[in-house]
């Protein structure tokens, strides 16, 4: 049994979400709930994180979570989600054990490449993964108010709103946004051509940007960085490489 199937459902039961919760007995051993069929691990993923156990978990856990929804993701081995299961079984409350900032990027849709399902994680989207003051309240509402343990940023290699930054493109309320990207161009130490179409570059200005995002975070969130002291939150970057499926994490 993987750590996502220990931490996510074992041991839950809840007889009025009427489905089916893997035991903590063993890879082998199930307990069947309201009827539902038997189901094979890796084969659905039918709950939702409960309260008890997004609580019982330390940021560090939190993360090995994550890191192993993405070795799923990249063995090709996902959850088979159960999504109007888990839809049901969060309808009442949620109880998320992170929250992503990420990029817009169509080609990094966070839930599928970290393998977590509905109630899981929150996430917040926006081109270049920059904080700005309502993504900083996002994050603080997300921790804070509802309990999430792990901010993880990612970044992603082949990032358009990187390049856009290194080439200073304008365009209406993008300008701004790139303007908030270009400190990560300019701090970025790089041997060789510093351009917009040498893709080491560009990546090299992603993980900038991401370590620049978690600075700004623990800077300019005190709730967050209290959090953090505390030892409640943990504020992690990372680089989601495109080619390959890779979440690198950088703590
Ligand atoms: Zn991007």
């Given at each position: 049994m993987n750590h996502q199937d220990e931490s996510c459902c074992a041991g839950a039961v809840d007889t009025s979400r009427r489905t089916m919760l893997t035991s903590t007995l063993g890879a082998a051993a199930f307990t069947v709930i309201g009827g539902a069929s038997w189901l094979l691990p890796g084969l659905a993923q039918a709950a939702a994180l409960t309260k008890d156990q997004r609580d019982a978990m330390t940021p560090d856990q939190v993360v090995a979570m994550l890191k192993d929804g993405n070795q799923r993701f990249r063995a090709g081995k996902m959850q088979g989600h159960d999504y109007l299961a888990q839809k049901r079984a969060s309808v009442a409350g949620q109880y998320p054990a992170a929250?992503?900032?990420?990029?817009?990027?169509?080609?990094?849709?966070?839930?599928?490449?970290?393998?977590?399902?509905?109630?899981?994680?929150?996430?917040?989207?926006?081109?270049?993964?920059?904080?700005?003051?309502?993504?900083?309240?996002?994050?603080?509402?997300?921790?804070?108010?509802?309990?999430?343990?792990?901010?993880?940023?990612?970044?992603?290699?082949?990032?358009?709103?990187?390049?856009?930054?290194?080439?200073?493109?304008?365009?209406?309320?993008?300008?701004?946004?790139?303007?908030?990207?270009?400190?990560?161009?300019?701090?970025?130490?790089f041997s060789g051509e510093r351009s917009s179409k040498n893709d080491a570059f560009v990546d090299a200005v992603a993980a900038t940007n991401v370590r620049h995002t978690v600075d700004e975070i623990r800077r300019r969130s005190d709730v967050l960085a209290g959090l953090e002291k505390d030892g409640k939150i943990k504020i992690v970057g990372s680089m989601y490489h495109l080619m390959g499926g890779e979440v690198q994490f950088y703590a």
């Open positions: 929250v992503i900032l990420g990029c817009i990027d169509s080609r990094a849709p966070t839930e599928i490449i970290l393998d977590t399902g509905i109630g899981e994680t929150f996430t917040g989207r926006v081109a270049g993964n920059i904080a700005n003051d309502d993504l900083l309240g996002s994050l603080e509402f997300a921790c804070a108010l509802a309990g999430a343990k792990v901010v993880l940023v990612m970044g992603h290699t082949a990032c358009g709103a990187i390049k856009g930054a290194i080439d200073g493109a304008k365009l209406g309320n993008l300008t701004g946004l790139l303007d908030k990207i270009r400190p990560a161009v300019d701090a970025t130490q």
